[in-house]
């Protein structure tokens, strides 16, 4: 059964989990480096190897980036919360428990606004808890044939949990507070939320009730989901399974659940957890973490701003379009590219249409990264000015601006050196229109024998002659006084 074919009788409910690498050089407990795509077990010690007698230190540049991450979604700030064990076995957890926090969590009681329903009412998804733990590390099921490989570089890196309260009811909600949440934590430097890397990994859970109850159905719990789209998938096909078994007289279990995504299939992994399963007690080797307020404080105000705020500056200082305003602050290093080459050139729209039509098309294409760019804003500012004052005309502009990301040369250097200076001297554009005639003389005799139309066409000519550079209005006026002749 689909999502769609399910109908109006039930209702979706979804809660997520969401894991986040955080962005420090070394691990949580140990000064293990967090490098991506080393050598398997090169970053290990005894510490995130578990051997005995190793103790954890806690990682202080961990703490501001959980708890700035916290503020920024809005969160209570626990000046006292406590480290414990969440034991369970796995082949990649050494130490056979992994370090979090439980009932004392580092911040509480947080939202995020993810857009309107269709009443205009604020969709608002409630935050229970953000807590601070350690990675696990990594099983490597495709390397040998019979046996599976285990990589504990992992082991130990800093995360945040992200728990959300089950106030989603679609699952585009779902995926519009993922992409939020995403956004802000890129926003406040706290990760890089590569999903490809395991830096941000998601659980959702989702069950199904008759509309209009209010008490919640029996959850399960999806696990395996490596993109926001799979997220949304495996909710519908999850939910759709649900409401299958429930519509036939079925109950639905509690367990965890694997999404195929090549098949577009969920199959059940285990019988879900509960808290009393992982046997939780505070970390004996690690105090409570107490935090002073004017530490919080200090935190508050590293909070950099967010993309609301932001959306709402564009609008109010730059007068763009909603759509422009989506796309040039969906990463802050979009955002802020965008602002140094509207500010230099002092033409916020020329600026919009250039980053979104010029330099995203050129990184989509190249699939580099906007720190690998080689056009600076300052530089695009310069190209924008030569287009208004008239230096370079707008269809050379493209040419510059394509030579200008191969070279990473000025836009005056390129213009000069690729004869793309706007001409606009009456001798050189009769020169180029001559040779145009000559070499088109079908055209050149309909349009003396007063074919008007083919102007636009032999314009096109003198324009691709010239490379762009001549002035279309002169080449225009000039030939409609050959025309009249």
């Known amino acids: 059964m689909s999502a769609t074919a399910v109908g109006t009788n039930w209702q979706m409910v979804v809660g997520l989990e969401v894991h986040v690498q955080l962005r420090t050089r070394t691990k949580a407990f140990c000064n293990c480096s967090t490098e991506f795509g080393a050598p398997p077990n090169a970053n290990t010690c005894p510490v995130c190897l578990a051997l005995p007698g190793a103790l954890p230190?806690?990682?202080?540049?961990?703490?501001?980036?959980?708890?700035?991450?916290?503020?920024?979604?809005?969160?209570?700030?626990?000046?006292?919360s406590v480290f414990a064990r969440k034991n369970y076995f796995y082949p990649d957890l050494p130490k056979g428990y992994q370090i979090?926090?439980?009932?004392?969590?580092?911040?509480?009681?947080?939202?995020?606004?993810?857009?309107?329903?269709?009443?205009?009412?604020?969709?608002?998804?409630?935050?229970?808890?953000?807590?601070?733990?350690?990675?696990?590390?990594?099983?490597?099921?495709?390397?040998?044939?019979?046996?599976?490989?285990?990589?504990?570089?992992?082991?130990?890196?800093?995360?945040?949990?992200?728990?959300?309260?089950?106030?989603?009811?679609?699952?585009?909600?779902?995926?519009?507070?993922?992409?939020?949440l995403k956004q802000i934590l890129q926003y406040c430097g706290i990760s890089d939320c590569d999903m490809e890397k395991?830096?941000?990994?998601?659980?959702?859970?989702?069950?199904?009730r008759?509309?209009?109850?209010?008490?919640?159905?029996?959850?399960?719990?999806?696990?395996?989901?490596?993109?926001?789209?799979?997220?949304?998938?495996?909710?519908?096909?999850?939910?759709?399974?649900?409401?299958?078994?429930?519509?036939?007289?079925?109950?639905?279990?509690?367990?965890?659940?694997?999404?195929?995504?090549?098949?577009?299939?969920?199959?059940?992994?285990?019988?879900?957890e509960g808290s009393h399963d992982y046997r939780y007690f505070p970390e004996p080797d690690l105090p409570p973490l107490v935090l002073a307020q004017d530490f919080v404080d200090r935190m508050r105000q590293s909070v950099p701003e967010l993309p609301e705020a932001r959306r709402k500056r564009f609008t109010d200082e730059y007068a763009l379009g909603d759509y422009d305003i989506e796309v040039l602050t969906s990463s802050p290093a979009l955002a802020d590219y965008f602002e140094?080459?509207?500010?230099?050139?002092?033409?916020?729209?020329?600026?919009?249409?250039?980053?979104?039509?010029?330099?995203?098309?050129?990184?989509?294409?190249?699939?580099?990264?906007?720190?690998?760019?080689?056009?600076?804003?300052?530089?695009?500012?310069?190209?924008?000015?030569?287009?208004?004052?008239?230096?370079?005309?707008?269809?050379?502009?493209?040419?510059?601006?394509?030579?200008?990301?191969?070279?990473?040369?000025?836009?005056?250097?390129?213009?000069?050196?690729?004869?793309?200076?706007r001409v606009d001297d009456d001798a050189a554009l009769r020169g180029w229109i001559d040779e145009v005639l000559a070499e088109h003389p079908v055209e050149a005799q309909r349009f003396a024998a007063g074919e008007k139309k083919l102007q636009g066409v032999l314009v096109g000519f003198v324009m691709k002659k010239s490379k762009g550079s001549a002035d279309a209005k002169k080449v225009n006026q000039l030939l409609a006084a050959r025309g009249q002749g």
């Not at 395991?198 to 199904?208: C, E, K, Q, Y």
Request: hydrophobic share 45%; glycine share 8%.
């Open 198 to 208: 395991g830096s941000l990994r998601v659980d959702a859970n989702v069950s199904a």
């Open 57 to 80: 230190v806690l990682n202080v540049h961990a703490v501001e980036l959980a708890t700035r991450a916290a503020l920024a979604l809005g969160c209570e700030i626990n000046l006292v």
């Open 210 to 272: 008759k509309m209009g109850e209010v008490k919640l159905g029996t959850k399960t719990e999806v696990k395996n989901l490596n993109s926001f789209s799979n997220v949304e998938k495996a909710l519908n096909v999850e939910f759709a399974r649900q409401v299958a078994v429930l519509e036939s007289g079925g109950t639905v279990q509690q367990q965890t659940m694997l999404f195929d995504a090549a098949k577009g299939e969920v199959r059940p992994s285990r019988s879900k």
């Open 340 to 421: 140094g080459v509207a500010r230099q050139s002092e033409d916020p729209k020329a600026a919009a249409n250039w980053v979104i039509n010029g330099v995203l098309a050129s990184l989509n294409s190249t699939g580099a990264t906007l720190d690998q760019f080689r056009v600076r804003p300052a530089d695009l500012a310069s190209l924008i000015t030569l287009v208004r004052d008239g230096v370079v005309a707008h269809s050379a502009a493209r040419q510059v601006f394509a030579r200008m990301v191969e070279t990473g040369d000025r836009p005056e250097q390129v213009a000069e050196r690729e004869g793309l200076v």
């Open 100 to 180: 979090s926090q439980f009932d004392k969590p580092l911040a509480e009681h947080g939202h995020l606004t993810i857009g309107h329903r269709a009443d205009g009412a604020l969709i608002r998804v409630g935050i229970e808890r953000v807590h601070m733990e350690e990675d696990a590390g990594k099983s490597l099921h495709d390397r040998y044939a019979a046996a599976t490989a285990i990589d504990l570089n992992r082991s130990g890196v800093p995360l945040i949990e992200i728990v959300s309260g089950p106030d989603m009811r679609t699952a585009e909600a779902a995926g519009g507070y993922l992409r939020a």
